[in-house]
């Protein structure tokens, strides 16, 4: 909840400080929540939001897709196929190596691309991956010293005055 609460207080303030802005913000058709949508989809009504119920819609849509392309004939002829060709490689080559990931970092990793986008939009000119992510790590490392800050004083009033 704190954590919506804060979304939209930047919303907010992007409202005020950037009025070009507003006809970017639309609402979620799904779950109505606001967000800042690309320029060229500006004034749509029927978007769905980056936090979850986009990419739940598309894997709806690739479901039913796949499933009516395996009712008829043809695909099940093809999906039988792909099963053995998967059933024999799957005998014969060892298990792929597993990638070299950095530790799975603490934001949903699809807001990454909205915020590179809102991020691109306030400023004025393309924003990078790479700078998106530097700029999330390090309100993150902002956030955890402020709270151990926060911790750090209380004890150290708990300790000048006890209780
Ligand atoms: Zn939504």
């Known amino acids: 909840m704190g954590l919506v609460l804060a979304y939209y207080a930047v919303l907010r303030s992007v409202w005020r400080a950037q009025p070009a802005l507003r006809r970017c913000l639309t609402r979620c058709r799904h779950c109505g929540i606001f967000f800042l949508t690309?320029?060229?989809?500006?004034?749509?009504?029927d978007l769905r939001c980056p936090f979850g119920c986009r990419a739940a819609h598309r894997r709806r849509q690739s479901d039913q897709r796949s499933a009516a392309y395996y009712r008829d004939e043809v695909g099940q002829e093809?999906?039988?196929?792909?099963?053995?060709?998967?059933?024999?490689?799957?005998?014969?080559?060892?298990?792929?190596?597993?990638?070299?990931?950095?530790?799975?970092?603490?934001?949903?990793?699809?807001?990454?691309?909205?915020?590179?986008?809102?991020?691109?939009?306030?400023?004025?000119?393309?924003?990078?991956?790479?700078?998106?992510?530097?700029?999330?790590?390090?309100?993150?490392?902002?956030?955890?010293?402020?709270?151990?800050?926060?911790?750090?004083q209380t004890l150290g009033w708990l300790h000048a005055q006890p209780p």
Do not use: C, F
């Open 78 to 152: 093809k999906k039988r196929a792909l099963n053995a060709k998967r059933r024999q490689s799957s005998a014969r080559s060892p298990p792929p190596p597993l990638p070299l990931l950095e530790p799975s970092p603490p934001w949903p990793p699809r807001i990454v691309p909205y915020i590179r986008m809102v991020t691109s939009l306030l400023e004025g000119r393309p924003v990078s991956l790479a700078e998106v992510l530097a700029m999330l790590r390090r309100a993150l490392r902002q956030h955890r010293m402020a709270r151990t800050r926060r911790r750090d």
């Open 38 to 45: 690309h320029p060229r989809n500006a004034g749509r009504k």
